[in-house]
């Protein structure tokens, strides 16, 4: 079985532009999710998916945005990109049964350069 | 506000010993607690879960405890090996409007010598 995939692998960006950050989720899961994972800091919860709708998030600005797709995949948008959006970018997803509360699995990340 | 931390950032151990990896959190609605492994370049690892109801779970080598008194979680890894070195995170989903939100300590490096 698949595990959750994302792409790209690396993004370079230039400050002011905007990155879109892809995932799809395993095979029968409905719920994705956002982390940030900035270096030498633990991983920030960015947003959460669930049946196509926004179910929670983060403290992070309206610039950081996504949604999910009828296919359970799932895009993450930065606008107007700033230095300090330079990270790890980590997808997860779950079956969604417990409401959330259950257990996430990672993808590898992309990892999003802001110069 | 909501919190995991761990105590020790680093830790460094012989092979075959056995480590203990310690966390703290600080709400103390959190339902459900995760610990993942990081290795270098990949995204996190599940590794064993507990909920709130039990004190105590078993894994392959692994066994988490919980102790909601104090708000504490623990790790322990039997007879560690090389392969076990990476960041290592504690993991609550506090419930509530934090339902689905996972909040991370900043991890524990482990590393283990042959």
């Known amino acids: 079985e698949a595990g959750v995939t994302q792409s790209p692998t690396h993004l370079i960006k230039t400050r002011g532009q905007q990155a879109t950050l892809r995932c799809s989720p395993i095979?029968?899961?409905?719920?994705v999710y956002w982390y940030q994972q900035a270096l030498g800091l633990g991983l920030q919860f960015l947003l959460w998916?669930?049946?196509?709708?926004?179910?929670n998030r983060g403290n992070f600005p309206p610039r950081f945005s996504g949604r999910q797709f009828p296919n359970y995949s799932s895009e993450l948008n930065v606008n107007a990109l700033e230095l300090e959006d330079s990270a790890l970018y980590l997808c997860?997803?779950?079956?969604?049964?417990?409401?959330?509360?259950?257990?996430?699995?990672f993808g590898p990340g992309t990892r999003l350069t802001v110069l | 506000g909501e919190s995991v931390g761990l105590h020790l950032p680093t830790l460094s151990v012989q092979e075959g010993d056995n480590s203990i990896i310690n966390c703290a959190y600080s709400?103390?609605?959190?339902?459900?607690f995760i610990w993942y492994k990081q290795e270098s370049g990949k995204g996190p690892q599940f590794i064993i879960d507990?909920?709130?109801?039990?004190d105590k779970r078993q894994g392959q080598r692994v066994t988490v405890l919980l102790n909601k008194t104090v708000k504490h979680l623990s790790l322990q890894i039997a007879a560690t090996q090389p392969g076990d070195s990476a960041v290592y995170f504690c993991?609550?989903?506090?419930?509530?409007?934090?339902?689905?939100?996972?909040?991370f300590g900043q991890g524990t490096i482990l590393t283990v010598h042959p």
């Open positions: 997860a997803s779950s079956t969604g049964t417990s409401g959330g509360g259950d257990e996430q699995f």
């Open positions: 095979s029968g899961h409905t719920s």
């Open positions: 998916y669930d049946e196509g709708e926004e179910r």
């Open positions: 709400n103390s609605a959190s339902d459900y």
């Open positions: 507990i909920r709130s109801n039990m």
């Open positions: 993991a609550e989903n506090g419930g509530g409007t934090s339902y689905g939100k996972l909040t």
